[in-house]
């Protein structure tokens, strides 16, 4: 579902919401029409969050946005998945000096 509404910001052409998302915030929980982000700082997009939620589900959101500057952001997360995992492990055997940079969201 995160992922559909991504796909939404990009078809937007959000590109910043989608950065936003991807590198800015920790997603604590995104589900039943409410949105928990964990940020280290405030932040001041919170009513374009809204309005872009609406407009990808025609419902209303809540939004609740807290603060710490130990976060680990989505793609931080996604990036550890794939160097813990099978396929990364194989790379490594023959190609030692891989690494991950960046991920990508397929539309």
Do not use: R
């Not at 992922?3 to 910001?9: D, E, I, M, N, T």
């Not at 405030?42 to 872009?52: D, F, R, S």
């Not at 989505?74 to 099978?86: A, F, P």
Request: proline letters at 1%.
């Amino acid at each position: 579902m995160l992922l559909q509404f991504w796909q939404f910001c990009l078809s937007k052409k959000d590109f910043n919401l989608y950065y936003f998302f991807l590198n800015e915030v920790e997603i604590q929980h995104f589900a039943n029409n409410h949105l928990t982000l964990t940020t280290p700082s405030k932040i001041t997009n919170q009513e374009h969050i809204k309005a872009m939620l609406k407009g990808w589900s025609s419902k209303n959101w809540s939004l609740e946005v807290n603060t710490t500057q130990d976060i680990t952001n989505y793609k931080q997360k996604k990036i550890s998945e794939i160097s813990q995992s099978e396929s990364f492990t194989n790379i490594k055997k023959y190609f030692s000096s891989a690494v991950i940079s960046d991920i990508v969201i397929k539309q």
